[in-house]
């Protein structure tokens, strides 16, 4: 078999992706990306990858540059009350770090999109449970803080499907009908980069009962079928 190239990848202490590195035989070439991790140390900062300065491997500290390219991109420009939600953009000025490529001062390649946030971005609850919030995607159209960020939440059920399991005993006349309770399981909520909604609803076990979403204007109800119900969607506006 012939070898192609070769990957290699640098952990911190606690196991946790710092940096990969892949080298093409065929280009010469060693591309890079990396995690950033937030204040809490929750890797929080995904790279898309582009081409170091280094012939060798060799962890790459500065990769990803401050706005001014004078150090570290770190929490300083993305994960405070200031930044959260208007991140500074990565350095662009140093050749062979992440921000140079993708910036006007890119001279290996022409058709490299420019943007000054080439990495996604994850926002995590603050309520101890490690669940994501927001998540961006890369480019300045959808960065944190674009509203185009897609936004989730895990909720538990308590009143919200009352109505909906009267609905169902009319709309599914002849199917036998469960005892309901008013806390039947976890209710979780989605937002796209579009701001559309949709929730889905599961038991306890973790088995579905129903989904829906917004409907459009001009749009009519649909019908979903689980593996246990089938279920009428309604309008659900969040």
């Known amino acids: 078999d012939h070898?192609?190239?070769?990957?290699?990848?640098?952990?911190d202490q606690n196991g946790e992706t710092l940096q990969t590195q892949t080298k093409s035989y065929s280009k010469s070439t060693i591309m890079a990306a990396q995690s950033i991790d937030d204040r809490l140390g929750r890797s929080a900062i995904t790279t898309l990858q582009a081409p170091t300065s280094?012939?060798?491997?060799?962890?790459?500290?500065?990769f990803v540059r401050n706005p001014a390219s004078t150090g570290r991109y770190d929490i300083e420009f993305f994960d405070t009350?200031?930044?959260l939600t208007t991140p500074d953009p990565v350095?662009?000025?140093?050749?062979?770090?992440?921000?140079?490529?993708?910036?006007n001062n890119n001279s290996l390649e022409t058709n490299v999109p420019t943007t000054g946030f080439p990495y996604s971005r994850t926002e995590f609850y603050s309520d101890g449970t490690g669940e994501v919030k927001r998540a961006?995607?890369?480019?300045?159209?959808?960065?944190m803080g674009s509203g185009h960020e897609i936004l989730t939440g895990t909720f538990p059920v308590h009143n919200e499907l009352v109505e909906y399991f009267q609905n169902r005993v009319i709309a599914l006349p002849g199917i036998e009908q469960s005892p309901v309770s008013n806390d039947v399981g976890v209710q979780s909520v989605i937002r796209d980069q579009n701001g559309k909604y949709s929730?889905?609803?599961a038991d306890k076990s973790g088995k579905t009962l129903m989904a829906a979403r917004n409907l459009e204007e001009g749009e009519t109800a649909t019908l979903v079928v689980?593996?246990?119900?089938k279920s009428q969607v309604v309008n659900s506006q969040a």
Not at 54 to 62: A, V
């Open 3 to 11: 070898e192609t190239g070769r990957s290699i990848a640098y952990f």
């Open 54 to 62: 280094k012939q060798n491997f060799q962890y790459d500290y500065r």
């Open 81 to 83: 009350p200031q930044t």
């Open 91 to 103: 350095g662009n000025q140093t050749t062979g770090t992440l921000g140079w490529y993708y910036s």
């Open 136 to 143: 961006a995607s890369a480019g300045d159209q959808h960065r």
């Open 199 to 201: 929730l889905t609803i």
């Open 226 to 229: 689980s593996n246990n119900i």
